[in-house]
């Protein structure tokens, strides 16, 4: 069996399940898990481990272990500044069962790296999110798996991080949830 989970000796090459993210400084991955632990307390659903909680850029998707190369070199090419971002409200999607934290207005930093992010993806060819027909919601996925409708969401102290690199990410899934490992790291312009 291949790391991707299919057979070995099959004739299409391996893949890795990737996506670009910010990774939160521990201060605010701590503060973010207490929070989805209370709401999963709350709520029900399956709360993020704290190592796994992360601010998506752009989902890639699975790609051609041989491509990786490609994600790298488009990530060493986004020229943005770091930021500080401030999650300060909560929300819910049904249609995908999960209770997330985001941010009421978005750093313009953020946004001019969620641009030239996608705009690097599109012209390497890459699949992915950033900069795509819909429009960006930054969030942190706090709750999964909700069973049902949620309540009204409970009041909390905004969480607030300066994040000054992003990361390409290669995502294994389980029974057991998402395992991460940081495949490369970019610094950003101070």
């Known amino acids: 069996m291949r790391p991707d989970g299919r057979p070995s000796g099959s004739g299409d090459p391996e893949q890795a399940r990737v996506f670009f993210a910010l990774w939160p400084d521990a201060a605010a991955a701590a503060a973010l898990q207490t929070l989805a632990q209370d709401c999963a307390r709350e709520f029900g659903g399956r709360a993020g481990r704290c190592e796994t909680l992360h601010l998506t850029l752009a989902f890639v998707g699975d790609v051609p272990l041989e491509r990786l190369s490609v994600l790298r070199e488009v990530a060493g090419a986004v020229t943005a500044p770091a930021g500080e971002l401030c999650l300060d409200r909560l929300g ?38 950033a900069g795509g027909g819909r429009s960006f919601v930054p969030h942190v996925t706090l709750v999964r798996k909700l069973a049902g409708p949620v309540g009204p969401l409970p009041e909390w102290a905004p969480v607030r991080w300066v994040w ?27």
């Open 164 to 190: 000054r690199s992003f990361v390409l990410v290669r995502s294994r899934l389980s029974a057991a949830g998402a395992a991460y490992e940081t495949l490369g790291q970019w610094p950003l312009a101070a």
């Open 92 to 129: 819910f999607w049904a249609h995908n069962r999960i209770l997330w934290a985001g941010t009421r207005a978005v750093p313009p930093e953020l946004g001019q790296l969620v641009r030239h992010l996608g705009a690097g993806l599109k012209t390497a060819g890459a699949a992915g999110t």
